[in-house]
């Protein structure tokens, strides 16, 4: 399976902080807001200093800043700052505050995934990645090419690629742009 999302269809919604993206949720006919879901795919624009994360129980979380620096305060577990495209682990239920004004990435999954995400700078040279189950390519800051099963992408910046039951993908770019890589295998 390949599913391009283009940014047209994408839709932003407001939440106390600023605004969020979804960009794909698997199963697609599931719910985020009652988390019937195994895992979902957003961004988000925080446009205070300092915001609440909702509570999420059961739901395991991968974040990155793409923008600048986001402290991340973990009551009773751990406090962290990210620099633009460091990641932190962290449980849905745990009590969490960010301070700092960013564009973020999110990677939520149930206990039955495991997941990993990863900025690489992509150039002409040929980035080739192994798909183990699930690989979501996040083209954020401008234009990439990926090519899948004999068959050319073109990711404009802000959109993704789904990408599953292949072996591995090549992945190149005119310019010296980045893309955020998240591999999702069922555990």
């Not at 795919?41 to 909702?54: I, K, M, R, Y």
């Not at 800051?141 to 599953?164: N, R």
């Amino acid at each position: 399976m390949i599913k391009h999302i283009k940014k047209e269809i994408l839709t932003t919604n407001t939440w106390s902080g600023g605004t969020t993206t979804e960009l794909f949720l698997y199963p697609e006919n599931g719910d985020y807001k009652s988390l019937d879901f195994d895992y979902r795919l957003s961004t988000a624009s925080v446009d205070v200093e300092s915001s609440n994360f909702t509570s999420l129980p059961g739901i395991n979380r991968l974040i990155m800043s793409l923008t600048g620096p986001l402290e991340l305060i973990h009551t009773d577990q751990h406090s962290i700052t990210l620099q633009p495209f460091e990641v932190d682990a962290f449980k849905g239920e745990w009590s969490t505050t960010s301070k700092g004004k960013v564009v973020d990435f999110n990677l939520m999954y149930t206990n039955d995934y495991k997941a990993s995400m990863v900025v690489k700078d992509v150039s002409e040279d040929v980035l080739e990645i192994i798909v183990n189950d699930t690989l979501a390519l996040y083209a954020f800051d401008q234009s990439v090419t990926v090519g899948c099963d004999s068959m050319i992408y073109e990711l404009a910046q802000g959109e993704m690629l789904i990408i599953s039951q292949m072996d591995f993908v090549t992945i190149q770019s005119k310019d010296n742009n980045k893309i955020v890589i998240c591999n999702i295998e069922r555990k």
